[in-house]
């Protein structure tokens, strides 16, 4: 029995459905511009509503099925289109991380501490985990079970300036849940190069740690030495904290809030919010493609450090499809 299909009547431009996902239209049109200049995946024949079904799926997470039936396809039609689609705006989405990460870092201002003066980074840095699937082979689930929350997980670590709450760095794979946040930390920020001096990790190469300011961090971070962490209260002496530890972590927790904030914005995504039923290598390029495109709707069009050449931007207007939605 073939899937229903909507009446004609139903027909609507994908604007609605792209401002019920939170995005601008014009965000869809920098993105196939993209898309069209880079040579790696212009010719994958990527269209806006392949997009729109993409971030469709995400948003909902239902079964393949019904989304088809939303949009009138078959699911033949979708995952032709589905793995292409995730890798032509995952390279995309990596290139404007990557090309806009020196400046914007260049661009983040400092906290002064109120009691010692002293001068911080204002960034914060944080992991988040993902639920997934049990795996069925049992190497597998020791890999991925997180004692702490008691389920299978993927962790991804970024950082968020508390100033301007742009996302400036996001650790381009997952990791398993098995891994400490400690060990995490480790992993990324004590990193050496020839000269013994620490380095960043970033969408597969190695930058330079920007300065010597220390960044906002949880206990996670404690063994770091560029990492400011909260005071932790003694239970066993059952000690109250200082006046000046009260200042001290309510100023790392107010400044820390906004990582924490950046990554509930992904999680509007029920495909990172609920657990993950697809491909490990797929979740890698969808955390960063939600990342990056929250960043960007975040300061809505001038999240893009590119000058666009109006006319071809309004030739992709121009095409924007009509398509069926129920």
Not at 150 to 179: D, I, M, N, Q
Request: charged share 25%; glycine share 4%.
């Amino acid at each position: 029995m073939k899937n229903p299909r909507p009446s004609k009547k139903q027909k609507t431009q994908p604007n609605l459905i792209l401002y019920s996902l939170g995005f601008e239209p014009d965000i869809i049109d920098k993105l196939l511009y993209l898309i069209e200049c880079n040579d790696e995946v212009k010719n994958k024949g990527i269209k806006d509503k392949h997009i729109i079904w993409t971030l469709l799926y995400w948003k909902q997470y239902l079964p393949i099925t019904e989304i088809c039936v939303t949009f009138g396809i078959s699911p033949k039609t979708f995952l032709n289109h589905y793995g292409e689609t995730i890798h032509a705006l995952w390279v995309v989405c990596k290139e404007i991380m990557e090309q806009r990460y020196e400046q914007l870092v260049e661009s983040v201002g400092f906290l002064k501490h109120p009691i010692t003066k002293v001068n911080y980074r204002a960034i914060a840095a944080d992991s988040t985990s993902i639920d997934i699937e049990t795996p069925i082979d049992y190497q597998i689930q020791k890999k991925f079970y997180s004692g702490k929350s008691k389920s299978h997980v993927v962790k991804f670590h970024c950082e968020v300036s508390t100033t301007s709450y742009r996302l400036l760095l996001l650790h381009p794979e997952g990791f398993p849940g098995a891994v400490d946040d400690i060990k995490i930390a480790d992993q990324i920020y004590m990193e050496k190069d020839h000269n013994g001096e620490p380095q960043y990790y970033s969408n597969g190469r190695m930058i330079r740690r920007h300065d010597k300011f220390p960044i906002l961090g949880d206990r996670a971070y404690i063994s770091l030495p560029n990492f400011v962490v909260p005071h932790k209260r003694s239970k066993k002496k059952k000690e109250k904290p200082t006046p000046d530890q009260v200042v001290h972590n309510n100023f790392v927790s107010s400044n820390r809030v906004y990582v924490e904030n950046f990554f509930l914005k992904i999680n509007h995504f029920k495909v990172v919010s609920t657990t993950y039923r697809g491909n490990l290598e797929h979740l890698n390029k969808i955390v960063l493609i939600l990342s990056v495109l929250a960043d960007i709707q975040e300061i809505h069009n001038d999240g893009f450090d590119y000058q666009f050449e109006k006319q071809k931007l309004m030739e992709i207007k121009e095409k924007r499809t009509m398509f069926v939605v129920k």
